[in-house]
């Protein structure tokens, strides 16, 4: 079983920084995709971005980009969300979520859907004030 731990959210005035780091434990490989999805209060969950451990790809969604920087530590098992330049509208309960390590997948958009992953964190807050 996997655990995903997220921490790093808190209060932040509009065009701060914030970075989120979620560590993983319960597993010895490191062939597995890792992603950041927000949900806000009312909304759907979106996805925010993503990275798989062993190819470096990146994603990002459109309204995050140039502005959020994921990252990850194999060693340590953790994957970081940097955020700058934050608006009030990134205010949401941010997840960190990992596939349960299946090959790298090239298809357009397809580390952004949810149910391309297995485990899942408590979430933390992220509020961002005007």
């Known amino acids: 079983q996997v655990q995903l731990v997220e921490s790093g959210g808190g209060l932040v005035q509009a065009g701060g920084s914030l970075r989120l780091s979620c560590a993983a434990s319960?597993?010895?490989?490191?062939?597995?995709?890792m992603g950041w999805f927000r949900q806000a209060p009312g909304k759907e969950r979106e996805f925010v971005a993503a990275?798989?451990?062993?190819?470096?790809?990146?994603y990002y969604a459109d309204s995050v980009k140039g502005r959020f920087t994921i990252s990850r530590d194999n060693a340590k098992k953790t994957v970081y969300l940097q955020m700058n330049s934050l608006k009030p509208e990134d205010t949401a309960v941010y997840y960190c979520?990992?596939?349960?390590?299946?090959?790298?997948?090239?298809?357009?958009?397809?580390?952004?859907?949810?149910?391309?992953?297995?485990?899942w964190g408590q979430g933390t807050q992220v509020t961002v004030s005007s």
């Open positions: 979520a990992a596939d349960q390590g299946r090959p790298y997948n090239s298809g357009s958009n397809y580390y952004a859907k949810t149910e391309v992953y297995d485990y």
């Open positions: 319960g597993r010895s490989s490191s062939n597995y995709a």
């Open positions: 990275i798989h451990w062993n190819f470096i790809s990146t």
